[in-house]
């Protein structure tokens, strides 16, 4: 990207110019700037690159989207059944490690498929994840929207067996986030975040790119943090809602990404700047799903 200065009688004049290519084809986006160099350059900068990379990125999704949805829909019906089978146990496996749990990926998959209980594990770690598939099943075959009464009655499933005290509860008194330099909201300010949270959902989800969407219902929805425990469970559960609503297969988030996902979340939160998180988990799912694009 270049400053390109432009004279016309005799006043100069400023331009962002960045070539690049699209479709085999070079392209070049241009951004005014004015007649002196902005303060804020650098943050220009970005929003032209991001402006940019939103058309290629946006392509390839919609590229992921119907590729997937072909092969998916040209599966025979119990093929289509175990795609789904292993995706919620690596699903569960992945989103309960992230928070601690303890169960392997084999030791999920046993428990999930065959009822089969490991040996010498904490039974919170497996009540959790029989929890999580539950839940996860519930999600997959669900016909309302996404609202508080739905995203309640998961919470609660989740830990009606593990914690009942908490179990589709708001919470009432503050929390703290080990290791992060984010500080969740009080619970005084809670309700009134949740009703604008679903509010801003109702008026965006049909305005805002599906995956961009589920990006920001997971960090936004984790930032109010309104539960004791499982806000991540419940955001990523609530994002890959939003995917599979519109078309889109899942993103799984991986235990051994967790620190870059906890970082992107992180600076997303404490800088305030959305587009980091979501960025994040377009460049995440692009990755995960290459071979449809």
Known sequence: MKLVKSTIKSKKYYYLEHSYRYNNKVKKARKYLGSIIPDNLEEIKAGLMEFINRKKWYDELDRIKKNFSNEF???PKKAREKYLENFLIKFTYNTNRIEGSTLTLKETARLLEDGITPRNKPIKDVKEAEAHKAVFEELIKEKDDLSLKLVLEWHKKLFENVDMEIAGRIRKHPVAIAGSKFEPPMSIEL??????????????????HSVELAALVHLKFVTIHPF???NGRISRLMMNFVMQRNGYPMPDIQYSNRNSYYNALERSQTKEKERIFVQYLIKRYLKEYKKYT
Do not use: A, P, S
Not at 191 to 208: G, I, P, V
């Open 228 to 230: 004791t425990d499982g």
């Open 73 to 75: 829909k040209k599966l």
């Open 191 to 208: 309700n009134y975040l949740l009703r604008e949270f679903f509010q801003w959902y109702k008026n965006h989800k049909n305005k805002l």
